[in-house]
């Protein structure tokens, strides 16, 4: 296991956060685990990797809170100490506050009940776990004060504080598709490439698809398509950073042609080379690709355009 796995251990008061930050981090590609009891901790570290998984260099977020089983935050911090001495391990803590009168608020919309506090008000089990945790607040190194923050906006704060390198981004994929055969379900983004002329009604191109040399140059040469491709690019490039930020796992973008072997192949694959240089990785896919070219999908050819 690598010594400088990144570490985050999540805490703070029932009813602040925790289970919103570690959904997020989890979105984001971290592995989280809530409520382990602490004896097991070091187990959890020393373990290897699943049989016939990579050495899982992932950071881990670790949730404990006053329901944690032998919880007790005088020895969480003489632990967390011992092991950056004896592991060397980038350990933080992440400490969630928030007012008392919204804590409140929030256990009564819920009608849950405050952990320490079953069969009090919530307030005195607010007050005792406050008590409790001062020691983890004053040792944490980053505090969120969540009273004034929906879920949605915590949410974003953890996903522009931990993201890092290679995480929460979503998972980019670039289809064709040809909507003589039905559009795709799944398309968040979804582009119409029939206005560009068509390479069916070229005898010498029909066999052909958008992944040849000769079809892309004719679609290419449409007087459209360089404005066209311009502005669906500069578009893709305001709003993917925009799902990342919102959080969105998982994007598709689809561009549609009559029969789906010509056009919408071609200008898939040139969107896609487009991303990669911008620093995305897409992967490609031509829904019907292999379907066999047929004129009466494609109904009558269009005048040409000169």
């Not at 020393?46 to 005088?74: M, V, Y």
């Not at 983890?136 to 906006?153: G, H, K, P, V, Y």
């Not at 973008?253 to 240089?277: D, K, M, P, Q, W």
Request: aromatic content about 6%.
């Amino acid at each position: 296991m690598n010594d400088a796995r990144e570490i985050l251990l999540v805490t703070g008061l029932s009813g602040a956060g925790k289970s919103t930050v570690l959904k997020t981090l989890e979105d984001l590609g971290w592995e989280t685990v809530d409520n382990l009891p602490l004896r097991l901790l070091d187990r959890l570290l020393s373990s290897p990797p699943a049989e016939g998984a990579e050495d899982d260099h992932r950071p881990l977020a670790l949730g404990i809170d006053a329901r944690t089983r032998d919880f007790d935050p005088d020895r969480i911090v003489k632990r967390i100490k011992k092991l950056r001495d004896d592991h060397a391990y980038d350990i933080g803590t992440l400490f969630l506050d928030c007012g008392g009168a919204e804590l409140e608020r929030r256990y009564s919309e819920t009608r849950r009940r405050h952990p320490l506090a079953l069969d009090r008000p919530a307030s005195d089990g607010i007050a005792r776990e406050r008590e409790l945790l001062a020691p983890l607040r004053r040792w944490a190194n980053r505090l969120i004060d969540t009273t004034d923050l929906s879920s949605n906006e915590l949410a974003q704060q953890v996903r522009a504080t931990f993201s890092g390198e290679g995480l929460g981004e979503p998972t980019l994929a670039v289809m064709s598709f040809g909507f003589a055969r039905g559009v795709p379900r799944n398309a968040d983004l979804m582009f119409d490439m029939r206005f560009l002329r068509n390479p069916h009604w070229d005898e010498q191109l029909r066999p052909g698809t958008g992944l040849d040399a000769d079809v892309s140059a004719y679609v290419a040469a449409d007087p459209a398509y360089d404005a066209a491709m311009r502005q669906i690019e500069d578009l893709l490039l305001l709003l993917l950073p925009r799902y990342r930020a919102e959080g969105k796992s998982y994007v598709t973008i689809a561009f549609g042609c009559t029969g789906g072997r010509h056009r919408s192949v071609h200008v898939a694959e040139r969107i896609a080379g487009r991303l990669r240089e911008a620093g995305f990785s897409p992967t490609v896919a031509h829904r019907d690709l292999g379907a066999a070219p047929q004129d009466s999908l494609e109904g009558a050819p269009r005048a040409s355009l000169g």
